[in-house]
């Protein structure tokens, strides 16, 4: 019996989450995951993800591992797995990890990625990918990433996340370390937030975007932040931007 | 009678190319844009490509013009036509134009992207969008650059493109001025290949872009590109370069 970890890219757009689901008819990446190592082996296994994902949320760099009997080896599944996953599910790598090794548990850190772009018309090219903010930002490019990045210091840090949290998480505590938040310009119009930390809440990086969204646009200052964080209060945060420009971008793990 | 400019961003996946065809099953986004500007105004009008385009190649800002008698005013289009047409295409800009402009006679250059990406699998969240080369370079990221666009600069100037050109274009003359042309890194082992002419023949930009990966994958030498020119046989270029990594950036007018 080995303990098999992969990394997976997927386009979340077709599915229900990581998570398999009750009804099978509900498509999900941990399912399509788990038919794909029982078409390969013939094994009947659960394939933990590093992270529950909502709808339509896509991955880039997703850990997973599986235990396995199977002869094939470690560093040969990601190919030996390809011709049983769907276009929108790939997996880039694969290697044999420690029995104990899980891949949401033995977490040590979670890098994600939230795309948006202003503009009055929805991009074909960035549907399903990218959140346009109709609202256009009040000033400069320069300006705006400057202020935006104001706002992402006040997130950087060890703080009970309350107000950045939506109802129906399971997470016994609210505070959480966010070791890095930034924002970049990655196309004409286009920004990307990038924020790393130890975990994060039920829907914490959708409103944090929202949140950063707000400032951008002129709803928020950026000392706000600070407030809505003190206050441990979600009305006081902006809103929860959708899941389609969400990325779960890597993921880091205690030496094993 | 007013004649319009409008501009268009699309995804080609779902298409069969611009331009019309006979069997109206055919997806085409001339189609859908003629049917929207019917549904707008009750006009049957003839909306004028700036290019023609193969099935799944994208545009950015694609250049149309029809004529039209409606009273909807000119700046006013782009929202007008919106919710007529399918997520893929998008109208992102419209104006009043003389009535002699015509956007693929009237055009000045044409600048096209091309995008492409190294790995051993293929990434969901690119699919459709770029060009995956599976031989990875065997130069380090900044020498591939270099060389990538030492290979370009052979591109660029007045040529007689024959070798660039697959059969069946209807051009008469096989010169064309390549004004600009380069490679960027735009992403982790993503690159663009942007490339500004006064035209191009029939898959130039598809097989330019194969030669150019081809010089990355060692299979060229940068100088070979003056030989294939020189050559006029199209046998001497490298592989047409698939659909899905082409984008048709803009377009540029003579002073209207």
Same mark, same amino acid.
């Given at each position: 019996?080995?303990? @098999?970890?992969? @990394?997976?890219?997927?386009?979340?757009?077709?599915?229900?989450?990581?998570?398999?689901?009750?009804?099978?008819? @509900?498509?999900?990446?941990?399912?399509?995951?788990?038919?794909?190592?029982?078409?390969? #082996?013939?094994?009947?296994?659960?394939?933990?993800?590093?992270?529950?994902?909502?709808?339509?949320?896509?991955?880039?760099?997703?850990?997973?591992?599986?235990?396995?009997?199977?002869?094939?080896?470690?560093?040969?599944?990601?190919?030996?797995?390809?011709?049983?996953?769907?276009?929108? @599910?790939?997996?880039?790598?694969?290697?044999?990890?420690?029995?104990?090794?899980?891949?949401?548990?033995?977490? +040590?850190?979670?890098?994600?990625?939230?795309?948006?772009?202003?503009?009055?018309?929805?991009?074909?090219?960035?549907?399903?990918?990218?959140?346009?903010?109709?609202?256009?930002?009040?000033?400069?490019?320069?300006?705006?990433?400057? #202020?935006?990045?104001?706002?992402?210091?006040?997130?950087?840090?060890?703080?009970?996340?309350?107000?950045? +949290?939506?109802?129906?998480?399971?997470?016994?505590?609210?505070?959480?370390?966010?070791?890095?938040?930034?924002?970049?310009?990655?196309?004409?119009?286009?920004?990307?937030?990038?924020?790393?930390?130890?975990?994060?809440?039920?829907?914490?990086?959708?409103?944090?975007?929202?949140?950063?969204?707000?400032?951008?646009?002129?709803?928020?200052?950026?000392?706000?932040?600070?407030?809505?964080?003190?206050? +441990?209060?979600?009305?006081?945060?902006?809103? #929860?931007?959708?899941?389609?420009?969400?990325?779960?971008? +890597?993921?880091?793990?205690?030496?094993?």
């Amino acid at each position: 019996m080995r303990n @098999i970890r992969i @990394i997976l890219e997927f386009d979340g757009t077709g599915y229900s989450g990581w998570m398999r689901q009750g009804n099978k008819k @509900i498509p999900t990446v941990q399912a399509a995951a788990e038919s794909a190592v029982y078409r390969l #082996t013939g094994e009947h296994v659960t394939v933990n993800g590093c992270s529950r994902t909502d709808a339509g949320v896509h991955a880039l760099n997703y850990t997973a591992n599986f235990m396995t009997c199977s002869t094939v080896p470690p560093e040969r599944f990601y190919r030996a797995l390809d011709p049983f996953l769907p276009d929108d @599910i790939k997996v880039k790598y694969s290697d044999e990890v420690p029995r104990d090794f899980h891949a949401a548990f033995s977490i +040590k850190n979670k890098t994600y990625r939230y795309y948006f772009y202003y503009g009055e018309y929805d991009r074909p090219m960035l549907r399903n990918r990218a959140w346009r903010v109709s609202a256009r930002p009040p000033v400069s490019e320069d300006r705006l990433i400057v #202020t935006a990045n104001t706002a992402c210091s006040f997130i950087t840090g060890r703080h009970d996340f309350s107000s950045f +949290k939506a109802s129906g998480g399971l997470a016994k505590t609210t505070e959480r370390t966010v070791y890095n938040a930034d924002i970049k310009r990655v196309g004409e119009s286009v920004y990307c937030l990038e924020i790393c930390g130890d975990g994060f809440l039920y829907n914490m990086v959708r409103i944090i975007a929202g949140t950063v969204a707000g400032v951008i646009s002129g709803r928020f200052q950026p000392d706000d932040i600070k407030h809505m964080i003190d206050s +441990k209060n979600r009305k006081n945060a902006g809103i #929860t931007a959708p899941p389609h420009g969400l990325y779960l971008y +890597k993921t880091e793990y205690t030496d094993i």
